[in-house]
């Protein structure tokens, strides 16, 4: 009875496989996991709009208002519109720049009539900072000077 004291080749094998594929799940969940946490943590929001705080200055003598953006979210230039009751232009072209850019706290555009925008603005005009971004299909109002009711 030799083969209760003896080992056969085939019970090696079979812990050896068992330990790979223990070896293998665990992997397999650990990254998993790892991709997950990422995932909900660490991406960023493309889904919402962006926050962010302007300022309107009505200059009387050039018919212009100059526009600051003051704080929060950086926010690509072509994503920015700055509207009136008749006249639109984006932030990219107000501003001068041959590319988009992000418009960041500090940044500042003049609209009139000498600029991309096009018509003077007067003290009892409207104009909106107007946030569009096509790719998540998302629209909003981020700032608006309603003339000398704003002041």
């Given at each position: 009875?030799?083969?209760?004291?003896?080992?056969?080749?085939?019970?090696?094998?079979?812990?050896?496989?068992?330990t790979a594929?223990?070896?293998?799940?665990?992997?397999?969940?650990?990254?998993?996991?790892?991709?997950?946490?990422?995932?909900?943590?660490?991406?960023?929001?493309?889904?919402?709009?962006?926050?962010?705080?302007?300022?309107?200055?009505?200059?009387?003598?050039?018919?212009?208002?100059?526009?600051?953006?003051?704080?929060?979210?950086?926010?690509?230039?072509?994503?920015?519109?700055?509207?009136?009751?008749?006249?639109?232009?984006?932030?990219?072209?107000?501003?001068?720049?041959?590319?988009?850019?992000?418009?960041?706290?500090?940044?500042?555009?003049?609209?009139?009539?000498?600029?991309?925008?096009?018509?003077?603005?007067?003290?009892?005009?409207?104009?909106?900072?107007?946030?569009?971004?096509e790719s998540?299909?998302?629209?909003?109002?981020?700032?608006?000077?309603?003339?000398?009711?704003?002041?």
């Amino acid at each position: 009875m030799e083969l209760s004291g003896t080992r056969s080749n085939t019970d090696e094998r079979g812990v050896s496989e068992m330990t790979a594929v223990a070896t293998l799940v665990g992997l397999a969940v650990v990254l998993v996991l790892g991709i997950g946490i990422n995932v909900f943590l660490f991406a960023p929001d493309a889904g919402g709009e962006p926050e962010a705080e302007f300022t309107f200055r009505h200059i009387e003598q050039t018919s212009a208002l100059i526009i600051t953006h003051e704080d929060g979210d950086s926010i690509p230039s072509g994503d920015l519109y700055v509207e009136g009751e008749d006249k639109s232009a984006s932030w990219t072209a107000l501003a001068g720049w041959e590319d988009v850019q992000p418009v960041e706290p500090g940044d500042v555009v003049q609209v009139g009539e000498g600029g991309a925008y096009g018509a003077p603005v007067g003290p009892n005009d409207r104009v909106s900072v107007i946030w569009r971004n096509e790719s998540v299909n998302g629209s909003a109002t981020l700032a608006q000077w309603n003339g000398d009711a704003s002041r």
